[in-house]
């Protein structure tokens, strides 16, 4: 017997399938977040049943089954009779001794960047009023976020720097090269690994630098400068210098890079490497949100479209050039500028 209803493949506007879609973004996050917390990935990289974890872990048995069944249907676990294993591409990003693990930076970007609505209205209704959130304008700040910057920096972000280097046509030349607002010791480090004919120099706010003199053993071939790019002295004679999401404590941009090419000997490269936003500031997406916290708290922070170029042209570089790339943290624009 043929059936009496022929049911639509798919019901439903488009706009209310973003609507249910944002609802439940939120709670992927927060899954994420309590299974970082609790360690539970380091315990899945081999096949564990949800009782198991429960009892080892102290929790109600029916609910680590229910936050094990979420974490399959985020895709980062997987499930096979009963028996629970991190997914194999998940697993060097989501457990903690591995050296790409992601688990203290995306904990840490958690903190930064998600904040509740009730929060967002007192900081729309009082900024001054609200003690919470990143102050990323103050110093201070800086100093408390080094570990958070140097987990960035070894999972994810030094990977792509270190094949963007590598592939410049100078790269082979370069003797001396300047890590600007470093944030962390770890750039200078593989270079140091990758190239150990190149002297690197990271100049950054002094409380930072002061934290970083431990992990630097080889003070010869890495030297700490500690200071305010705005007004301080960045040294001299660099074949390159890198920048990378720094110029949003430039107080004039322009000055901040005729004190770079000043830096540089002639010929020698500046790169920038920052995201840039559309026109209207609304996109990309990725920034807009994940700045909104940092910038209710301290006011506009991101860098517009075109603006690296034009301070860099001002600043009197030649052969400005600029290229999209897209990372895992968005997309960003590489500027290159000859000095
Ligand atoms: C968003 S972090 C970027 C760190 C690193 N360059 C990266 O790409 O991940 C900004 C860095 O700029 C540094 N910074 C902020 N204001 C600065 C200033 N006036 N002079 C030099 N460095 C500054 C901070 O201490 C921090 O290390």
Redesign the pocket.
């Known amino acids: 017997m043929p059936t009496a209803i022929s049911p639509a493949a798919r019901y439903g506007s488009d706009a209310q399938y973003r609507l249910f879609d944002l609802l439940t973004a939120p709670l992927r996050w927060e899954v994420l977040a309590v299974a970082l917390e609790l360690g539970i990935f380091d315990d899945l990289t081999l096949p564990r049943a949800a009782g198991e974890l429960a009892q080892q872990y102290g929790l109600d048995g029916e609910g680590t089954e229910l936050l094990l069944n979420a974490l399959v249907s985020l895709g980062v676990v997987g499930k096979h009779e009963d028996s629970y294993c991190v997914d194999g591409g998940f697993a060097p990003l989501l457990t903690s001794t591995s050296d790409i693990s992601m688990s203290n930076l995306l904990s840490y970007l958690g903190e930064v960047r998600h904040v509740s609505a009730d929060n967002i209205i007192a900081l729309l209704r009082d900024k001054q009023q609200v003690q919470t959130g990143p102050e990323m304008v103050r110093p201070e700040y ?1 100093s408390r976020a080094v570990g958070g ?1 140097r987990s ?2 070894r999972s994810v ?1 030094n990977p792509i720097v270190m094949d963007i280097l590598s592939g410049l046509p100078c790269w082979p030349g370069v003797k001396k090269m300047l890590d600007l ?3 962390s010791e770890s750039l200078a480090l593989d270079i140091c690994a990758a190239r150990p004919d190149i002297d690197t120099v990271i ?3 002094p409380g ?1 630098v002061a934290s970083l003199g431990s992990r630097v053993t080889d003070k010869t071939r890495i030297q700490l400068r500690g200071g ?3 007004c301080d002295d960045l040294g001299t004679g660099y074949d390159l210098i890198w920048a ?3 110029f949003y ?1 430039a107080r004039d941009l322009t000055s901040v890079m005729g004190r770079m090419r000043r830096a540089l000997r002639p010929g020698g490269m500046l790169i920038s ?1 920052h995201e840039e936003l559309n026109d209207d500031r609304t996109e990309p997406e990725f920034h807009i949100l994940g700045r909104l916290h940092a910038e209710l708290k301290s006011g506009p922070l991101s860098v517009a479209r075109g603006r690296v170029r034009a301070a860099a042209a001002e600043a009197g570089f030649h052969n400005v050039q600029s290229f999209s790339l897209q990372t895992p943290f968005g997309q960003m624009e590489l500027v290159t500028g000859t000095a």
Request: aromatic share 24%; glycine share 10%.
């Open positions: 800086w910057l960035f920096h972000r607002g470093a944030g100049f950054d706010l930072v305010d790019m705005n990378s999401m720094v404590y490497f």
